[in-house]
């Protein structure tokens, strides 16, 4: 299995695309859109390595950060921050167990503020054994906090308004849990599915999060005070629970979730 990174540019891979279907240039860069997603095959070796020879272990995770030059890459037990210009490492860090989830969390921009955590940057949040890592700044460089938790960590979501942090267990493996950003101790546990929880999201403006499981359903939690979208709680839920819920919005299956609206439950059924 090669262990290596490679980027490719998208813009030759259109013109080539372009190049081989005319026909589909003729509307400028819709066409060439077109013609890039036509069936054309992006060759391995178009494509230039960066930091060759540092990866020792398949590539499971990439993470662009908000410095358009730096990449970041987990491998086994390492993160790699890499630079694109040089190709080269630019620095490395051993975690205390293999890497199971590494995802940049951010909110869009007319959501954002310099009071988040992150003041406002992305943040980019690793799990690896017992351990949850977050790191900001422009080049996610910045070490913000690391907690450790009493369970194995299979993925973690954050609030960077309230810091809420939402953590996907490793053993039993089905189970949801919030937890505080001050120390990491459990304040609400989300039960439902029935295999890990590998991915955690939280919507762009915050409000919603999504936690997708080896189970092959989505589950969306609601993440604020009210209605939200075609959600409108009853009174008794809104009496037994003002602040959230620990009910899921929906549960969609993964082959469905992309064009199921919030409320619809194609392959199950809301806990």
Avoid at 19 to 26: E, L, S, Y
Wanted: hydrophobic share 40%; net charge negative.
């Amino acid at each position: 299995m090669e262990k290596k990174l490679r980027i490719f540019d998208v813009a030759e891979a259109r013109q080539a695309a372009t190049a081989t279907n005319p026909r589909h240039g003729n509307n400028g860069t819709h066409g060439a859109d077109e013609a890039a997603t036509a069936g054309h095959t992006i060759q391995a070796s178009s494509g230039f390595e960066i930091a060759e020879g540092a990866h020792k272990g398949p590539i499971k995770f990439i993470a662009w950060t908000n410095h358009i030059e730096t990449i970041v890459t987990a491998s086994e037990k390492t993160l790699r921050w890499l630079d694109i210009p040089t190709r080269s490492v630019v620095r490395e860090e051993i975690l205390d167990g293999e890497i199971k989830s590494c995802e940049l969390i951010s909110l869009a921009p007319e959501f954002t503020s310099s009071t988040d955590i992150g003041d406002g940057l992305p943040v980019l949040a690793v799990v690896a054994g017992r351990c949850l890592y977050f790191w900001g700044g422009p080049k996610a460089m910045d070490e913000i906090k690391r907690l450790t938790v009493g369970f194995d960590v299979a993925s973690v979501g954050l609030d960077l308004k309230t810091g809420k942090l939402v953590v996907g267990d490793d053993n039993p493996g089905t189970w949801v849990r919030v937890c505080k950003w001050e120390d990491g101790s459990q304040v609400d546990l989300h039960k439902g599915h029935h295999g890990p929880i590998w991915s955690i999201a939280f919507s762009p403006d915050g409000k919603l999060y999504a936690t997708a499981s080896e189970d092959g359903t989505i589950k969306m939690w609601k993440n604020c005070v009210g209605a939200y979208g075609l959600w409108r709680p009853t009174t008794a839920t809104a009496t037994a629970a003002p602040s959230n819920t620990a009910t899921p919005i929906s549960t969609a299956t993964a082959a469905a979730a992309a064009a199921a609206p919030i409320g619809d439950k194609p392959g199950g059924s809301g806990e």
